[in-house]
């Protein structure tokens, strides 16, 4: 494994098309520990030349039910009742800071993406 820093786009594009074929690396091997490697390279290289700004809430919501295979069902105990949950989604309610609160503890979405809008 010859790791060397990302100091272009180009460099970017090669990390990425290595990714591709190392991503579903098993844990505990050579290929996983590069995969992590990598994937912190380009976390820095993109923090340092694009401003992404903060994620929309409801879409860190959805990004994190679908990385989990969650349901709206599962935003019960987080959110509240199926109606509350559905009314968030569709973004006809705004998030409490109970909810915000319960959300960071419990599907570890960082504060800064739920709390986005209120900036």
């Known amino acids: 494994m ?22 579903q690396a098993e844990e505990q091997t050579s290929e996983a520990d590069e995969r992590d490697v990598l994937v912190t390279l380009v976390e820095a ?7 992404f700004g903060p994620a929309d809430p409801v879409e860190a919501i959805k990004f994190r039910m679908e ?29 409490s800071l109970r909810m915000v609160k319960q959300l960071h503890d419990g599907l570890n979405i960082p504060y800064e993406s739920l709390l986005a809008e209120a900036s």
């Open 2 to 23: 010859t790791i060397k820093p990302i100091r272009n786009d180009d460099d970017l594009k090669a990390v990425f098309r290595r990714l591709e074929s190392i991503f």
């Open 45 to 51: 290289y993109e923090n340092k030349h694009y401003d």
């Open 67 to 95: 990385q989990q295979g969650l349901t709206a069902r599962d935003l019960e105990r987080f959110i509240g009742s199926s109606g509350r949950v559905s009314e968030v989604l569709n973004r006809k309610r705004p998030l």
